[in-house]
C-alpha cells in the first residue's frame, strides 16, 4: 500500500474490484495486522517454511500478541495444532487435578486457574484466526511479555503443587502395602 498508493484508488473505481475485495477490511490500517496475520497463516501452509524462515517481522506485534500467527508461518498447520493440542492437555490435567482435590479450595483454585489458562489461549487463538475479536490478550507459555509469562509461570507452579498435594494424599489413604514394593522376587531373601 505505502509503495504504490494508486491501489486503493483502483480498488476504489473498479465495479469488478468492489465486488471481489473489500477495501475497508484489506486496506484499512486498523485492519492492517490481522490481514497481515491471516497471510502469514496462510503462507505456512500444511509444513510451514521451517523454524526460523518465516517473515514475522511484517506482522506488527508478532512477538507478544500475534505469536501464534507468526508461530503457524513458520512450523505451519502442523505447528498450530501441536500447540492447540498442548493447551488442551495442559486443560485436561488441570480439570484432572480440580477433580481429584480433596477439599474445596483446591478444587476451586485448580479450576479457575486452569479455566483462566485455557480461556486466555482460546481468545488469542479466535483473535488471531478471525474468529473472536482480538484483544491483546496473549497466548500463555508462549508470547513476549513479562508479567504474562510471570503470571502463567506462577499458575502451572500453583496447579502443580496442588496435583503433587493429591498424588501424596492419595498414596496416604492406600497406607502402607504388606507387598514388597518390586516386583521381583528374591528367593534368596525369602
Given amino acids: 500500500m505505502s509503495k504504490d498508493p494508486q491501489l486503493k484508488q483502483l480498488a476504489e473505481q473498479s465495479p469488478a474490484m468492489q465486488k471481489i475485495v473489500n477495501t475497508d477490511i484489506w486496506f484499512d490500517k486498523l485492519a492492517?495486522?490481522?490481514?497481515?496475520?491471516?497471510?502469514?497463516i496462510a503462507s505456512g501452509k500444511n509444513t510451514g517454511?521451517?523454524?526460523?524462515?518465516?517473515?514475522?517481522?511484517?506482522?506488527?506485534?508478532?512477538?507478544?500478541?500475534?505469536?501464534?500467527?507468526?508461530l503457524a508461518e513458520e512450523e505451519g498447520?502442523?505447528?498450530g495444532a501441536i500447540v492447540i493440542l498442548a493447551i488442551i492437555i495442559f486443560v485436561i490435567a488441570g480439570v484432572r487435578t480440580s477433580l481429584d482435590a480433596r477439599d474445596m479450595f483446591t478444587k476451586l483454585c485448580a479450576a479457575g486457574l486452569t479455566a483462566f489458562i485455557g480461556f486466555q489461549a482460546l481468545v488469542n487463538?479466535?483473535?488471531?484466526?478471525?474468529?473472536?475479536p482480538m484483544t491483546g490478550i496473549t497466548l500463555p507459555f508462549v508470547s513476549h511479555g513479562g508479567f504474562s509469562l510471570i503470571t502463567s509461570f506462577a499458575m502451572l507452579g500453583m496447579l502443580m503443587a496442588f496435583s503433587h498435594r493429591?498424588?501424596?494424599?492419595?498414596?496416604?489413604?492406600?497406607?502402607?502395602?504388606?507387598?514388597?514394593r518390586s516386583p521381583l522376587k528374591l528367593e534368596a531373601v525369602e
Fill in 77 to 79: 498447520l502442523v505447528g
Fill in 49 to 70: 517454511r521451517g523454524l526460523g524462515l518465516g517473515y514475522p517481522e511484517v506482522i506488527p506485534i508478532a512477538d507478544s500478541d500475534y505469536v501464534y500467527a507468526a
Fill in 125 to 132: 487463538i479466535g483473535g488471531i484466526l478471525r474468529a473472536l
Fill in 166 to 180: 493429591n498424588a501424596r494424599d492419595t498414596m496416604l489413604a492406600k497406607g502402607p502395602s504388606s507387598e514388597p
Fill in 32 to 40: 492492517f495486522q490481522p490481514a497481515q496475520a491471516i497471510f502469514g
